[in-house]
């Protein structure tokens, strides 16, 4: 078969392929961030989580060799879409019921590990069966449809369910909250109607209260709405923790966190100057009661979030900003907390919005299509992929112990090895942070410091402009590279991968109500990792060049997955306590390892050109 018509036949199975490889990823590690954040588990706790779905892909070299040795790699590509639609459809069954945290984690942890197999197998298909300078060719292609995965999940399928969030919801309701100078008397909690239609209701319907409070009488008011609306169940317990604390998290925990995590919060926030939670709790607070009109049908979640319409940031919900009614609760005012700027001296007023949705069934929609979507792509994967002669089990010399450690070993007796590894793991530093924080800080709100967007605005944003952007930069980065050379273009694909970053500071800093320049912000951050993204995958390619390359790639996808699993682990903490403005200024210092491994590594110059094949 001549080059054009074998550059032809790989247009039929590379786009579906890495499209089928970018799905679950992406899946494990944003769309279920952004799923847990609107679960309401906290960045930190979702920063963790998901950040430990990681590790499959960091180990999956200890399982390549029986990639490598067992079938074909067709085998295992076919196979491991089956496992992944499975995965799929066990988190779709998952969410609506108790317990969802710890069960929709084990799922995700069974698709993250048949992901991280498919990888292997992908990626190894890939070498087998294109030559080298196609596959310089098609890296820039396989680049952008296994973004365009990744726009999916956070474009399409997030959009998917803020559609249903709001259609499984009630009509959002507006009302003013005014701080004034005279005495407010408390104003009694409302008797909720099971007959009427249902819908949010908010009283008094036009919040106010005074101003110069005593402390102690706020303290008090705040204390006594927590406790009330933790019995009554609006919130969901189960997000605060996945199981009860074990004799090592209350002996060998409790010592860590006394000497490593409260001393380092500190510094932190000395260093940033951000005070600790409670310490600006002085403030004046006025209470409205948020009930329910209407009693939801049996299995029904409806979550009522509240948020302030506009950016007067003089009044601030510091109790009640998430709610969730079901069947059980549903005739139980909540008690809903807004609190002064304690440095506010005259009356002011703000207008907030409470938006209402069915949360766990949205998202379960969306995963039960993407279980449908798998079996789709499975099903047209075992047609259309060819089988290469070479696509064959590697003959095993002695035992797989012995060819397992004979891989292992001359990976790391390849020339300059060590600066390979340290590129691999830091090249990125700076991005595993933001990818964790990205969508959270979209959908958070104002009173946290986020854009309060809602998840549908999210998903058309990273869908639309996101998309073509990042399409639009992977093309070019892969066309140029195969033209010039990796070497000629290294460095500008190193600048564009970092510096575009420096978006979100501005959003954080500005936070404008424009969603036009919101989408200008991330089509810059887009286009820029699209086009910088190219250097990475094409020195990993370069790096495991050489007998066993399909192994060899594994371990470096694995080195790579531990340097976006180490880093976004600590990031939802990090930015709990430091905030998000102070967050992103952090994300640009974190570049710099990124630019010192850089220029360091070295490579063939005309690597992924024609002429050097």
């Not at 879409?81 to 069974?110: C, D, N």
């Not at 986020?450 to 992977?474: C, F, M, N, P, R």
């Amino acid at each position: 078969m001549n080059a054009a018509n074998h550059r032809k036949s790989a247009w039929s199975w590379v786009p579906s392929l890495y499209f089928a490889e970018g799905i679950p990823y992406i899946v494990v590690m944003q769309v279920a961030v952004l799923m847990y954040k609107r679960l309401g588990v906290s960045n930190t706790e979702l920063a963790l989580y998901t950040s430990w779905l990681y590790l499959p892909w960091v180990i999956k070299p200890l399982w390549s060799p029986i990639v490598e040795t067992i079938r074909t790699k067709r085998f295992w590509i076919i196979a491991m879409q089956l496992v992944i639609g499975a995965g799929l459809a066990g988190v779709a069954l998952t969410l609506p019921g108790p317990g969802f945290l710890r069960y929709s984690l084990a799922f995700l942890w069974l698709l993250a590990f048949s992901s991280a197999t498919h990888d292997i197998a992908a990626d190894g298909f890939y070498m087998l069966g294109l030559s080298t300078h196609d596959q310089a060719w098609f890296v820039g292609i396989r680049s952008t449809f296994y973004r365009l995965a990744m726009i999916t999940g956070q474009g399409l399928l997030v959009v998917l369910a803020g559609t249903i969030e709001s259609r499984t919801g009630v009509p959002p309701v507006a009302f003013t909250v005014s701080v004034v100078q005279e005495s407010v008397e408390p104003s009694a909690p409302p008797s909720p109607d099971s007959g009427a239609e249902q819908a949010i209701l908010v009283t008094p319907a036009d919040v106010r209260f005074t101003l110069n409070q005593p402390l102690a009488r706020v303290d008090s008011i705040i204390a006594d709405a927590r406790s009330q609306n933790l019995s009554a169940g609006f919130y969901q317990a189960e997000t605060a923790r996945i199981s009860e604390p074990s004799l090592w998290s209350r002996t060998v925990g409790k010592a860590w966190t006394a000497v490593v995590t409260r001393p380092l919060e500190r510094l932190l926030r000395n260093a940033f100057d951000v005070e600790p939670p409670g310490t600006s709790a002085h403030g004046s607070v006025g209470e409205a009661w948020i009930s329910l009109q209407g009693s939801p049908r049996p299995g029904q979640q409806l979550v009522v979030n509240l948020d302030r319409a506009e950016k007067n940031a003089n009044i601030s919900i510091i109790e009640g900003a998430r709610l969730s009614f079901d069947e059980k609760n549903w005739n139980t005012p909540a008690r809903v907390i807004f609190q002064a700027d304690p440095k506010l001296r005259g009356t002011t007023s703000s207008t907030f919005k409470a938006r209402s949705g069915n949360l766990p069934l949205a998202w379960s929609i969306v995963f039960a299509v993407l279980a449908a979507g798998f079996l789709v792509l499975m099903l047209f994967h075992a047609f259309i992929l060819p089988r290469p002669d070479s696509d064959v089990a590697v003959r095993r010399t002695s035992s797989l112990l012995k060819d397992f450690g004979l891989t292992f070993a001359t990976f790391f007796q390849k020339p300059g090895i060590g600066i390979g590894i340290a590129f691999i793991l830091l090249f990125r530093f700076s991005e595993a942070q933001l990818v964790k924080l990205a969508s959270p800080f979209m959908v958070d709100t104002l009173d946290a410091g986020g854009l309060a967007l809602t998840t549908a605005e999210v998903g058309v944003i990273y869908g639309t402009v996101g998309l073509l952007s990042l399409t639009l930069g992977g093309i070019i980065g892969g066309w140029l590279a195969a033209r010039d050379g990796l070497r000629r273009w290294f460095w500008p694909m190193v600048i564009a991968i970092n510096i575009p970053n420096a978006v979100y500071l501005y959003l954080a800093v500005v936070r404008p109500e424009s969603l036009f320049l919101v989408n200008c912000a991330v089509a810059l951050e887009q286009f820029g990792y699209g086009f910088g993204f190219t250097a990475f995958l094409l020195y990993l390619i370069f790096l495991s060049d050489g007998p066993s390359k399909t192994a060899h790639y594994a371990i470096c996808t694995g080195f790579m997955a531990l340097g976006m699993m180490i880093p976004g682990m600590f990031s939802g903490w990090l930015q709990d306590i430091i905030g998000y403005k102070n967050f992103f200024v952090w994300i640009l210092i974190a570049t710099i390892p990124g630019f010192i491994v850089s220029s360091l590594v070295k490579f063939d110059p005309d690597f992924g050109r024609k002429e050097a094949t």
